[in-house]
């Protein structure tokens, strides 16, 4: 039931794997159409919140914080040259789930391929594209201003996707609307059926093997998030579902939860629970977290957040 305490701070988490803006042209044609999620950050708006820096600093991912060090070796300084940085996870037919992840920047290209010479990184051919050796990754620019980096198969199929060999995202209207609604934030993130229902049955723990939610799970049918830090810390989740019954029976669900735990919480998980309100509202779920900016840091060096860190 711990974990039902949290489920804002799991929302938090799922979201703070990185941050971002609308998603650029370049980069939109390398992203398959079958999304399972997109998660974007905007390292400008990061830069300039202290908050989202202590947020950063805590939950960074080691894959993360190896992609940035593999890219100041080859020349390019994420805290000065990297504008945004998008992860894409993708259905690829008879290989699984796929990650690619796409920076956007003013880069210093023809320096960056300068020392990749010097140190004699040499770059394979894969049809029009020079795919590049990086850390335990490969990458390639798409554009003066565009890299794409992933494992070596994932890369290959979002080149494909780019050069017609698959639909883009674009072709799949649903994520492409969920896009829509949340792209104009710092930190945004949209997630298909079976990743919104992986993210709920998270979120919930020991509360997602009730019946209430086996018999929802199935209409739960997409959902997006977004973070601000502008005045304070903000965030927002709206899970569409449905219809409006199921919506409902969602909100009461996470409701309840939140209620049994605070009988018991900490002053900081209390203190983190009041700041949380969900409700439903026609076919959506809505929650809502915020916080200035003074308890958020205090949130996150606590015990609970470490936990769900983990």
Known sequence: MRRITACFVVFLM?????????????????IPSDIQQIISVDYRALRNSETAMALKQRV????VKQFEQALRDVGIDPDRDLEQLTFVSFRAPKQGVKVIG?????????????KMKLKKIVPKAYRNASVYPM???????????????????????????????????????????QITAVDSNPVWSVLDQQGTQNMMRSALGDAASLTDYEVIRKRL???????????????????????????????????????????SASPIEKTALEQVNVESDSSDLHFKFRSDDKKFQSLLNSDLFAQVAR
């Open 60 to 63: 960074l991912p080691d894959n």
């Open 14 to 30: 799922l979201s703070a794997s990185m941050w971002a803006m609308p998603v650029g042209t370049a980069a939109r044609t390398v």
């Open 221 to 263: 049918l997409a959902s997006r998030y977004s973070m601000n830090f502008g005045s304070g810390v903000s965030f927002d989740l709206n899970v569409v579902t449905s219809d409006s019954i199921t919506a409902a029976t969602l909100s009461s669900l996470v409701q309840a939860g939140m209620v049994v735990r605070k009988m």
């Open 135 to 177: 850390s335990n990754m490969q990458m390639t620019f798409l554009d003066d201003f565009t890299l794409v980096f992933g494992e070596e198969s994932a890369l290959h199929f979002a080149l494909d996707t780019r050069d017609g060999m698959g639909q883009t995202l674009d072709s799949n209207p649903s994520i492409a609307d």
């Open 102 to 114: 796409i920076a956007q920047g003013q880069f210093p290209v023809k320096a960056v391929l300068k």
